[in-house]
């Protein structure tokens, strides 16, 4: 069975970091591609970083030059380096996977991916 287990959110104030962390299992990890969203109340899920199974990146502009997405495929772990936050990143953060074989990529389109995590909060404050 998939899962995907997010951890190392918390509260931060403007500038500081966080490093997310995505725990995958139940699937050969180097065959999907991940991805994480992000949501705040009252938004749409937003896509803020994909990388594929031979780590090539794509980010969304408004983290581009600050968050640095990463797998370790021997861990079976995905990870975003989240730096120079901004209040306007407070969120609910998600990982998401896709077979790679499962339709085009890179995309940051959430209905792309087929499995996700409960998610981890990210709260930064000014």
């Known amino acids: 069975q998939v899962q995907l287990v997010e951890s190392g959110g918390g509260s931060v104030q403007a500038g500081g970091s966080l490093r997310l962390s995505c725990a995958a299992s139940g699937y050969t990890y180097s065959n999907v591609q991940m991805a994480w969203f992000r949501q705040a109340p009252g938004k749409e899920r937003e896509g803020v970083a994909t990388?594929?199974?031979?780590?090539?990146?794509v980010y969304a502009d408004s983290v581009k030059g600050r968050f640095t997405i990463s797998r370790d495929n021997a861990k079976n772990t995905l990870y975003l380096q989240m730096n120079g936050l901004k209040p306007e990143d407070t969120a609910m953060y998600y990982c998401?996977?896709?077979?790679?074989?499962?339709?085009?990529?890179?995309?940051?389109?959430?209905?792309?991916?087929?499995?996700w995590g409960q998610g981890t909060q990210v709260t930064v404050s000014s």
């Open positions: 990388i594929g199974t031979t780590s090539s990146t």
């Open positions: 998401a996977a896709k077979w790679r074989f499962s339709g085009r990529w890179p995309t940051l389109a959430a209905g792309a991916y087929g499995f």
